[in-house]
């Protein structure tokens, strides 16, 4: 071996002499020779020793010098001392006196003297050993919120209250993402002493915040620690939001300011649930990391069992902001939570959807279907890989277009996409061939399958039985083609499984204007007479945004995209868009369909 391989590392110098005494030409022995004479091989090794050395010798690293722009300013003022007429002093000299160079020197020389650290006040000298323990925390003023039972302007991610039994201000919650959950030093339960020096004692919230509004800068904070209520882990779960929530217009969300406003199919990153009354979460890809309030699922749920209890009828889904009245809540003076005496109905509750034991027909029967309480889905991720086929369903009300929409759809591929044949129990006609138009049974037959539940839609027209067959779907799928589906909105109950996954897509008419403009000028046939053909009656479109209505009030919580089908060209160009998104794309769905 060389001079040049004398500083090599030991360990491995021994190891390649040791092979070379092995008697074998092999191509392993070959290669693994040639790795340990490499050059980059052993620097890395003497890197890594290095680094190992360091860490054995102590733990952590520390500058070599804390004044290393008084060094310089030494060094400039040596070089104005002397002439010399080298590039490489002239280089050093320029470069000594970049501005961005000697900055980066105080930056350097900050962190060496942990000039970062906040500068807290002395203990008292006379302070008594005795005395409660107590902890002074100090945070940079931000926009974040600290509220309690009034309004604040946004301070430092944390929400205060007066506990009812000892009347002292206290930590009520603290907000995950937040300056005071990053600082690790407040927690809920802790009870607040002083504010920038000022006594909080017999002050109410409000006072508090006053004193905060009015800081600058850092805001000083002691407290009494409570003991054993840490912080709690950041929980994992994601959730669909399946209404509208502004928490401008909840009067009894504790801090308005902390609240997150969201909108109906947002994803929401639940952080926490430690509240059994207010939930904090972000928006699921928000720069922001603090979190917000957003009502529990238990406590939304009360909200819609209160707001149908007082109008049964009402479609459009908006809930009464109602909030149940709890003495450890942080929500400000206890107000009636509910316009009637009776409070139970607010009370967390379950209700379970009753099952329908009938063969269904095309009429409307939507009773099973409204006691559905629609709050919260947990979802997951789903990524595309070979053999995942999704379904494509088109939903809406008769005469909105969903069918053209598949059929157009369809005609663009029709090695791709795919409709089932649908079954029917009539004769069949000479000009007709089993298993292209229908899949000709008979009604024995039909009525027997209905009742085993093996087909996702049925009805009956003259009596005549049609449906489609779940086994009709799933033999699509499998084939590696997509299923494209346009069935009446109560098979949605037996679409939306985790064995088909199917991607839902709700097809919504414009406004009523709109809709009779449009379709007028289109010489668009009505779809609710079979007999004859004729144009939409302006009555036929007011029941196109009745049902249209109905639908999304009823099975909204079901749909993953929506398409406002005004023109049909461009309909079809968003639904074609979906179309391929949903094969190539990790999408939102129930978690149940990834586990």
């Given at each position: 071996?060389?001079?040049?391989?004398?500083n090599?590392?030991?360990?491995?110098?021994?190891?390649?002499?040791?092979?070379?005494?092995?008697?074998s030409?092999?191509?392993?022995?070959?290669?693994?020779?040639e790795?340990l004479q490499?050059?980059?091989?052993h620097?890395?090794?003497q890197?890594?020793?290095?680094?190992?050395?360091?860490?054995?010798?102590?733990?952590?690293?520390?500058?070599?010098?804390?004044?290393a722009m008084?060094?310089?300013?030494?060094?400039?003022?040596?070089?104005?001392?002397?002439?010399i007429?080298s590039?490489?002093?002239?280089?050093?000299?320029?470069?000594?006196?970049?501005?961005?160079?000697?900055?980066?020197?105080?930056t350097?020389?900050a962190?060496?003297?942990?000039?970062y650290y906040?500068?807290?006040?002395?203990?008292?000298a006379?302070?008594?050993?005795?005395?409660?323990?107590?902890?002074?925390?100090?945070?940079?003023?931000?926009?974040?919120?600290?509220?309690?039972?009034?309004?604040?302007e946004?301070?430092?991610?944390?929400?205060?209250?007066t506990?009812?039994?000892?009347?002292?201000?206290?930590?009520?919650?603290?907000m995950?993402?937040?300056?005071?959950?990053?600082?690790?030093?407040i927690?809920?339960?802790?009870?607040?002493?002083?504010?920038n020096?000022?006594?909080?004692?017999?002050?109410?919230p409000?006072?508090?915040?006053?004193?905060?509004q009015?800081?600058e800068?850092?805001i000083?904070?002691?407290?009494v620690?409570?003991?054993?209520?840490g912080g709690s882990r950041?929980?994992k779960?994601?959730?669909?939001?399946?209404?509208?929530?502004?928490?401008?217009?909840?009067?009894?969300?504790?801090?308005?300011?902390?609240?997150?406003?969201?909108?109906?199919?947002?994803?929401?990153?639940?952080?926490?649930?430690?509240?059994?009354?207010w939930?904090?979460?972000?928006?699921?890809?928000?720069?922001?990391?603090?979190?917000?309030?957003i009502?529990?699922?238990?406590?939304?749920?009360?909200?819609?069992?209160?707001?149908r209890?007082?109008?049964?009828?009402?479609?459009d889904?908006?809930?009464?902001?109602?909030?149940?009245?709890?003495?450890?809540s942080?929500?400000g003076?206890?107000?009636?939570?509910?316009?009637?005496?009776?409070?139970?109905?607010?009370?967390?509750?379950?209700?379970t959807?009753?099952?329908?034991?009938?063969?269904?027909?095309i009429?409307?029967?939507?009773?099973?279907?409204?006691?559905?309480?629609?709050?919260?889905e947990?979802v997951?991720?789903?990524y595309?890989?070979?053999?995942?086929?999704?379904?494509?369903?088109?939903?809406?009300?008769?005469?909105?277009?969903?069918?053209?929409?598949?059929r157009?759809?369809?005609?663009?591929?029709?090695?791709k996409?795919?409709?089932?044949?649908?079954y029917?129990?009539?004769?069949?006609?000479?000009?007709e061939?089993?298993?292209?138009?229908?899949?000709?049974?008979?009604?024995?037959?039909?009525?027997?399958?209905?009742?085993?539940g093996?087909?996702?839609?049925?009805?009956?027209?003259?009596?005549?039985?049609?449906?489609?067959?779940?086994?009709?779907?799933?033999?699509?799928?499998n084939?590696?083609?997509?299923?494209?589906l346009?069935?009446?909105?109560?098979?949605?109950?037996?679409?939306?499984?985790?064995?088909?996954?199917?991607?839902?897509i709700?097809?919504?008419?414009?406004?009523?204007?709109?809709?009779s403009?449009?379709?007028?000028?289109?010489?668009?046939?009505?779809?609710?007479?079979?007999?004859?053909?004729?144009?939409?009656?302006?009555?036929?479109?007011a029941?196109?945004?009745?049902?249209?209505?109905r639908?999304?009030?009823?099975?909204?919580?079901?749909?993953?995209?929506?398409?406002?089908?005004?023109?049909?060209?461009?309909a079809?160009?968003?639904?074609l868009k979906?179309?391929?998104?949903?094969?190539?794309e990790?999408?939102?769905v129930?978690?149940?369909?990834?586990?």
């Amino acid at each position: 071996m060389d001079n040049s391989t004398d500083n090599w590392d030991p360990a491995l110098t021994r190891l390649l002499s040791s092979l070379k005494e092995v008697q074998s030409d092999g191509e392993d022995v070959a290669f693994l020779s040639e790795l340990l004479q490499s050059k980059q091989l052993h620097a890395l090794v003497q890197v890594h020793n290095k680094i190992v050395a360091a860490q054995c010798k102590d733990d952590k690293f520390y500058p070599l010098l804390s004044n290393a722009m008084q060094v310089t300013l030494e060094v400039l003022e040596m070089f104005g001392e002397v002439v010399i007429s080298s590039n490489e002093y002239k280089e050093l000299l320029k470069l000594l006196q970049k501005p961005h160079f000697q900055a980066i020197l105080c930056t350097h020389d900050a962190v060496a003297q942990k000039d970062y650290y906040p500068h807290l006040p002395d203990i008292p000298a006379d302070a008594d050993d005795e005395e409660e323990t107590v902890k002074i925390v100090q945070l940079v003023k931000s926009d974040e919120p600290l509220g309690g039972a009034q309004s604040a302007e946004p301070i430092v991610g944390a929400t205060i209250k007066t506990d009812e039994e000892t009347g002292k201000i206290v930590i009520a919650r603290v907000m995950h993402g937040g300056a005071a959950d990053r600082s690790g030093l407040i927690h809920a339960g802790d009870e607040v002493i002083e504010v920038n020096g000022i006594s909080v004692e017999n002050k109410s919230p409000a006072d508090v915040l006053s004193i905060l509004q009015s800081s600058e800068g850092t805001i000083t904070f002691k407290l009494v620690p409570s003991f054993g209520k840490g912080g709690s882990r950041e929980s994992k779960v994601r959730v669909r939001a399946l209404f509208h929530y502004n928490s401008a217009e909840d009067p009894y969300i504790p801090c308005k300011e902390a609240g997150l406003n969201f909108k109906k199919g947002d994803i929401l990153h639940i952080v926490s649930q430690d509240d059994a009354y207010w939930w904090q979460a972000r928006r699921e890809g928000d720069r922001v990391m603090r979190a917000g309030l957003i009502p529990s699922r238990a406590l939304q749920e009360g909200r819609i069992i209160h707001e149908r209890q007082t109008d049964p009828q009402t479609l459009d889904g908006k809930a009464a902001l109602c909030s149940p009245s709890a003495a450890n809540s942080d929500c400000g003076p206890k107000t009636p939570c509910s316009p009637t005496p009776n409070a139970t109905a607010l009370l967390p509750c379950k209700s379970t959807p009753k099952v329908k034991k009938i063969i269904y027909d095309i009429k409307e029967n939507d009773d099973f279907d409204r006691e559905m309480i629609p709050t919260y889905e947990e979802v997951a991720r789903l990524y595309p890989r070979p053999g995942l086929i999704r379904p494509i369903v088109l939903v809406g009300a008769p005469g909105v277009g969903r069918n053209e929409l598949r059929r157009r759809l369809v005609a663009t591929d029709p090695e791709k996409y795919v409709t089932p044949v649908p079954y029917t129990s009539r004769a069949q006609k000479p000009s007709e061939q089993n298993g292209k138009e229908y899949v000709f049974v008979t009604r024995e037959k039909m009525e027997q399958d209905i009742s085993e539940g093996k087909f996702i839609e049925h009805g009956e027209y003259k009596g005549n039985l049609y449906g489609t067959s779940a086994e009709s779907v799933e033999t699509i799928v499998n084939s590696g083609r997509v299923c494209v589906l346009s069935p009446h909105w109560q098979a949605l109950k037996m679409l939306r499984t985790p064995r088909l996954r199917p991607y839902i897509i709700f097809i919504k008419p414009p406004s009523l204007k709109t809709l009779s403009e449009t379709r007028t000028a289109a010489n668009a046939r009505s779809t609710f007479d079979k007999e004859c053909s004729r144009a939409f009656t302006e009555e036929e479109f007011a029941d196109i945004i009745r049902s249209s209505n109905r639908i999304n009030f009823l099975y909204g919580y079901m749909f993953d995209e929506e398409i406002v089908n005004e023109d049909l060209a461009t309909a079809l160009t968003q639904l074609l868009k979906m179309a391929w998104r949903v094969q190539s794309e990790p999408l939102w769905v129930p978690a149940a369909w990834v586990q």
